[in-house]
């Protein structure tokens, strides 16, 4: 029987990594691929140490120029069989919009947004022709609610979800199933740790961490669920959302937006 791998981009840290220990612990080999360095070999190492499945790292800038073709080309030429694509580096901003350098939006935009169509063009072809196999996008829940003070990074996760649910129905007679991860806020290193403090009481109850996201995301993925948004809280948070009228909805939006613009240095 083909050998088929699980390939996770942003796998180094945060939710990536957590998602490519809980693919490795369910007996999955994995690809990890994120920048290049000493995290990213050490997390693969550690995978096959803890979990004795294969783990091979490919360290390269994703926003580079034609960079996710190489990473198809890499799994083409050491014949890695990918039947579940997690389409999961990404990061965001919330600020005053014209505060922050375009070059930073330039590259949020490339590598939430087009990195992950790209990703998806080249191994789709592969995926098609599998029984089964499964794109997770790294969407947000704030690529489910607009989220004033972070409009581009917001609209970059609407695009994410638009994406995968469409692209999800294009695909119904095929074997290949599509899923949107839209997480709540998680906790993945200092800076946000920082947001969460700033943001107040109530956010902290929608807070996670990575480990608490990956097994219900690979949960959801293996289910066939079109969105999967982790958190009791989060899910009634998004009900509660949805049925309130459009302006209403927006001033509330505004303020939890607010709360977490970072002061002027
Ligand atoms: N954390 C949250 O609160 C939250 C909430 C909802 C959705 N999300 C989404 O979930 C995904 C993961 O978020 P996270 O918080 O876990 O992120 P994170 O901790 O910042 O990790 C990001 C990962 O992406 C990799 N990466 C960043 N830029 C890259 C590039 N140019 N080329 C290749 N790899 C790159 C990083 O690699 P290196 O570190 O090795 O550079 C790292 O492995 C993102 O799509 C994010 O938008 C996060």
Redesign the pocket.
Known sequence: MEKHYTLI?????????ALAEECAKRGRNVLL???D?P??HTAAQEIVQKHGVEAHAFG????ATD?PLKVYTWCQENGYSVDMLIN?????LGDILDRVPIGVYQ?MLR??NQVMFEMTYHFLPQLKQLDKAYILN?????GLMPMPFKAAYTAT?HFVTAFSLSLREELAETGVSVSALC???????ED?LKRIQRSGRKAKLVVMY?YQVAPIAINGLLKGKRIIIPGVMNQIMILVNNGLPLALRMKLLRKIGAAVIPKET
């Open positions: 981009t942003g796998a180094s840290m945060g939710i990536g990594r691929v994120a920048l360095g995290e990213l390269l800038d994703l926003t960079a999961n580096a990404g990061f965001g590259k590598l939430n790294s969407s947000s829940m704030e996760k997480p709540g806020p998680v906790v993945t290193n946000g990575p």
